[in-house]
């Protein structure tokens, strides 16, 4: 399959045109990826099974993981559910559009295979121009897992996806690269207290401040305890070298570099400014100064290693404050060896 590849980040004009080109494939039944503020998605018509299932196929998806339904407007989110408990009202208020899925009782409109057959869907707005322009046109809800490869890093530019999927999708349309970077948090409203199933966009403290008490998934706390090395089952997010986690000062990491080094093994390391300006190393990767730019630069660093053939990654372990629970949730997915 031929791979289009339309551009909306330059002038309007061209921009409305590209989104018309990539609303009309999606329209169509195609699978096609496009920009949201925090990776870029790989988007089919929600209530079309045959269109979803391109997304399963072109990205080896196992099929019993459900798909987040992407809408423009609160309204349209609501056409998707059977019952909306008051305090998301407030949650739509506070941060959509924005890096948030709401899990909720479906209606049934979306295909079978989006759900995975379950009763709940996934549903979010994302905050993108280009992401809100292609939904109001294509006037469906839009399924869209990240447009990686199962199992590979999320994609953070148009470029990534195109390494991934060019060739087994209908398009996508380039909006430069994303800002968020890590995905959005997923939130399971069907209960009368929310659940943070996957942490994201928006950290627990801000959702805190607007509906009180918010409770973490058990899965991910356990996570949390046995990150040592963790089994197929929880590697996700992978760079192609082994990546080891290091929590400590810029000492104990260099510590380890040298210790592996010494092993005839080319190392490459990724850290935040302060700690990696400390750091001697084969391949050095420069995360920024905040929690923020750390989720902005990771999974650009992860791809960015795995061109570069090192034999070995390491990182550098955050705070898990803020967005710092996001980034240390995919870290250790990532990590097959988590020093503390
Ligand atoms: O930021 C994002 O959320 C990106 C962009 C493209 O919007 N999308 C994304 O989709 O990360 P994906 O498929 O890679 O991750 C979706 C996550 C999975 O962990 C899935 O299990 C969960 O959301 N999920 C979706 N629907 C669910 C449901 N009904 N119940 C529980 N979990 C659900
Ligand atoms: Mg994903």
């Not at 994303?178 to 199933?197: A, N």
Request: with cysteine; hydrophobic share 40%.
């Amino acid at each position: 399959m031929e791979t289009k590849r339309w551009f909306a980040i330059d002038n309007l004009q061209d921009k409305q045109e590209a989104i018309q080109a990539a609303a009309a494939l999606l329209k169509a039944g195609e699978a096609v990826a496009f920009p949201t503020e925090t990776v870029y998605g790989l988007g089919a018509d929600a209530t079309n099974e045959l269109a979803v299932n391109k997304i399963f196929e072109a990205k080896g998806r196992p099929q019993d993981n459900p798909l987040i339904v992407h809408v423009a407007t609160t309204q349209q989110l609501k056409e998707l559910v059977s019952e909306v408990p008051p305090y998301v009202d407030k949650l739509l208020e506070a941060f959509t559009p924005g890096p948030l899925t709401f899990v909720l009782p479906s209606n049934g409109r979306c295909a079978d295979n989006v759900t995975a057959g379950l009763d709940s869907v996934g549903v979010r707005i994302p905050d993108h121009p280009a992401a809100l322009s292609l939904l109001k046109q294509a006037a469906v809800p839009v399924a869209a897992p990240s447009a990686n490869l199962s199992g590979k890093p999320s994609p953070t530019s148009a470029d990534h996806v195109w390494a991934d999927l060019q060739g087994r999708i209908a398009g996508v349309l380039d909006g430069g690269a994303t800002g968020v970077g890590v995905e959005s948090t997923v939130l399971d409203c069907t209960q009368p207290i929310p659940i943070i199933l996957r942490p994201g966009g928006i950290a627990i403290e801000q959702l805190e401040q607007v509906v009180g008490t918010v409770m973490v998934d058990p899965g991910l706390a356990n996570e949390h305890e046995r990150p040592r090395s963790p089994g197929m089952k929880y590697r996700h997010y992978s760079p192609d070298a082994p990546l080891w986690l290091v929590k400590g000062s810029a000492d104990k990491l260099q510590q380890v570099v040298y210790k592996e080094s010494q092993k005839g093994q080319r190392v490459g390391v990724m850290a935040a400014s302060g700690t990696i300006a400390r750091i001697e190393a084969d391949l050095k990767k420069d995360l920024g100064a905040s929690l923020e730019s750390v989720a902005t630069a990771l999974y650009d660093a992860l791809r960015m290693f795995n061109s570069q053939h090192v034999d070995l990654i390491i990182c550098e372990a955050f705070s898990e404050e803020g967005i710092g629970q996001a980034v240390m949730n995919r870290l250790k997915k990532a990590a097959s060896h988590y020093i503390e």
